[in-house]
């Protein structure tokens, strides 16, 4: 069975590799309609973890994430590219639930973290420079902080109205719409660059 240090190990032997190329190996799909497929890195990393695509909101690792995000030198520093999806809101339990009880908190407290080269929009290259991980408690300050943007949004949510939540909320995570087109109604929490420069770069 795989464990983390399992995965990690497997992850770290592609330091260097190019992502575009393993997909092929993989099968899979990188371009749809001359258009990037958004998750094709991410479905990459998990055949080189070692373990199959899940679509359930539970830790995707076991009892962790495995998360991805682009990189790009600016200044001799790596900087974010992007911020990183969390996972997505249901109105109905971010009424419900408290912080810690959240998938929100479930997805973000453990993480294998990979930091993918990016060169530039719909560039078929993307190496893999870095393979971390990362543990959060719940005393941790920063985290206290990351449930003050949660409840903040949370507190909205119930008084305002789900359709009220906007990517300027939050000073570390964000409730932003996710899906195609600008009437999308489905919202998700976000890291915030800041988030991953605090934590990753």
């Given at each position: 069975?795989?464990?983390?240090k399992n995965i990690i190990n497997n992850l770290r032997q592609?330091?260097?590799?190019?992502?575009?190329?393993?997909a092929k190996q993989f099968g899979v799909t990188t371009f749809v309609g001359g258009k990037q497929n958004k998750g094709w890195k991410g479905h990459v990393l998990e055949h080189l973890a070692g373990f199959g695509l899940s679509p359930s909101q539970e830790p995707n690792g076991g009892n962790f994430e495995l998360k991805s995000v682009s990189f790009y030198f600016s200044r001799g520093k790596l900087i974010p590219k992007e911020t990183m999806a969390i996972t997505m809101i249901n109105p109905d339990l971010l009424i419900k639930q408290g912080f810690f009880e959240s998938h929100c908190w479930n997805?973000?407290?453990?993480?294998?973290?990979?930091k993918v080269m990016w060169h530039g929009k719909n560039?078929?290259?993307a190496e893999l420079l870095d393979v971390s991980d990362f543990d959060f408690s719940e005393d941790d300050e920063l985290v206290l902080e990351i449930k003050k943007d949660y409840d903040y949004i949370r507190e909205?949510?119930?008084?305002f109205g789900f359709n009220s939540l906007t990517g300027k909320d939050g000073k570390w995570i964000q409730a932003r719409t996710k899906g195609t087109g600008h009437g999308s109604t489905s919202r998700a929490f976000y890291a915030r660059k800041e988030l991953l420069i605090r934590i990753f770069a």
């Open positions: 069975m795989l464990n983390r592609y330091i260097g590799q190019d992502l575009y190329i393993l997805k973000l407290r453990s993480m294998v973290f990979c560039a078929a290259r909205k949510c119930i008084n």
